[in-house]
């Protein structure tokens, strides 16, 4: 980030963040698809039709919001910022820039490295302005990965489609359905704009050539501006002409504190930018192939390997014990996010062993199996590669919730140890 | 809110290891090496170690570890502090395991080696008597947890009067997968054998070998 301070990157102060190689991202945010499959037409506005057809109820959306603790993650909700101890990012912050008060600076170190792709999520402040009110309700119900540079996702919360849109409406008061005719500009110079502009530094468009990333955006570099930086190819189902140019021109007056800087781009540069975004053809989606399952492992597996390696790390942030928590097990466990209490522990052997309360009330082991004969267990793990592939799964939630799919390997540890009788 | 709570209620996985690391930090936090470390309490720490040695099969060493951090536990009420709790749970746990003739080390007190020994049959009843006890309270506490059922069905099942509720107990959670330990296989096996159900008994210790790969818990509990 240093060589950065001499570029576009000046104007704002960024947070460094160390290296992340998230998912299979490219190295670097501005290596796009340029190797990409077949061009088809713009994608259909299909997912989003029957979003099109709900009207919301703000009022209920407001109510929505609180039950549903989006203030955990977001700022800009309406809702005052979360409790430091319920905010999911304020600790890790906290952790990162060392401001977290710990005398053993060899686990802070640890703790660094932990939470570092756990910081950030966007600020929903001026989405009524951005956002279409449909392509928000089609999100809330089926959230899908946004930004390229990002590893937290949105959680698939338990929204029905009617709660997607009444918090739609809440989120998008005072939206205005503004028409603006970009007949006059040019995708063709909009492309020029965006190669000239350094838009590449933090931007990846999927689906069009790459445009040249400046160099601050090297790998092993990354910024909280390029974590945040949203794939472009999903501006045209987000925002309206009108936006996309207004955004353009100043994004700080539509969203105040963005870090999206002002590039200071002439109403025709805006324009014409805002048409290549919209317009411009695209290939199909890099497709999330979910990986192929393993056969199960021969040797032997014990429960400290799977804590270690997963359930200790990784799930118990949310499935904790709530005795050594003050009361708060977490949301997967006393509840949160307007999740209902599942009181799943998997911080300890017993507390797996103990299972969850289900919708009816009723303990049930997770090592039943499923109808397909996976135990639920494993099938979470499965389904959250499935959501990431686009195809959410009615039945049973993507574990873990929010964060990207377990590395198929640690699957297939969890999926021997159950198949070995789970031994402690 | 004080530091110490926003500390204590510091994220639910990380229970034991984190609360290791509160007490200098709160001493750091509060400006200085003044600050008195007579205040910070380590009785969590203790507790969670002890719940650790109980995991992981070190009976005794666990119900000593609680003996010395709260040496009249037994007396003390689990419904109004959560560390008074679990440090009840780990020593009957412990009581239930030994067959209410628990061996304490030379670290804990003399008084308290005698209280739990169990050299008498009275004394052995009295604390199988102090165990179902406490964990029936960790079970009016904690209500619908497999674990804290397994525990208290396996101190029933140390008492004639009440093996017959232990068996309910277990059978009920067995047959929703939901015994939480191998211990509490190995009991249901010792139930059923004590029922004449051999077949019932030889599921259950399967269940208990391949939960404790070891397979001393299920030989010595089953022998009861």
Known sequence: MRRAAATTFALLSLVVVAACDKKDAPPSAGSGASAAPEPTAAPSAAPVAWAAALSGSAERGAKLVEKHECNRCHDGTGLERAKFELHCFGCHEDIIRGKFKIADKVKLAKWKAHVRDIQFAPSLEGAGARFEPAWLTAFLYEPADLRPNMVASMPRLGLSKQDAADIAAHLTRGHRDEKLSLESASAERGRAVLETRGCGSCHLMTGVAAFPAVPPSAPGERTAAIELAPDLRFTRERLSAAAVVRWLRDPAAMKPGTLMPNLGLSDQEAKDAAKYLLTAELAAAPRYVAPKKLALLERKVGFEEVQERVLGKICAHCHGNPDVAGGDGGPGNTGGFGFAPRRLDLSKYSGVASGYVGADGERHSVFLPLADGTPRLVAALYARHDEQAGKPRPDVRGMPLGMPALPIEDIQLVESWVAQGRPR | ?224
């Open chain 2, 1 to 224: 809110m004080t530091k110490r709570s926003v500390m204590s209620i510091v994220f639910a996985g990380l229970g034991a290891l984190m609360v290791a690391t509160t007490a200098p930090a709160e001493a750091e936090a509060c400006g200085g090496a003044w600050f008195p470390e007579v205040e910070v309490d380590f009785r969590p720490m203790a507790i969670a170690m002890a719940e650790k040695q109980l995991d992981q099969g070190k009976v005794a060493q666990a119900a000593a570890t609680v003996i010395r951090t709260m040496p009249h536990v037994g007396q003390l009420n689990a419904k109004r502090s959560k560390i008074v709790e679990r440090g009840q749970r780990v020593l009957a746990v412990a009581v239930a395991r030994t067959n209410g003739k628990l061996e304490l080390g030379q670290e804990v007190p003399a008084y308290a080696r005698a209280h739990w020994a169990g050299k008498t049959e009275k004394d052995r009843q009295a604390n199988l008597t102090f165990a179902v006890n406490a964990l029936r309270k960790v079970n009016e506490i904690k209500k619908d947890d497999p674990a804290a059922q397994t525990e208290l069905a396996e101190a029933l099942a140390r008492v004639d009067a009440h093996k017959s509720e232990a068996r309910d107990m277990l059978e009920k959670l067995a047959k929703k997968d939901l015994i939480a330990t191998p211990e509490g296989y190995a009991v249901l096996a010792e139930l059923r054998a004590k029922a004449g159900d051999e077949s019932g008994k030889k599921l259950a210790l399967k269940r208990c070998e391949a939960m404790a790969p070891g397979a001393t818990v299920c030989q010595t509990t089953a022998r009861g």
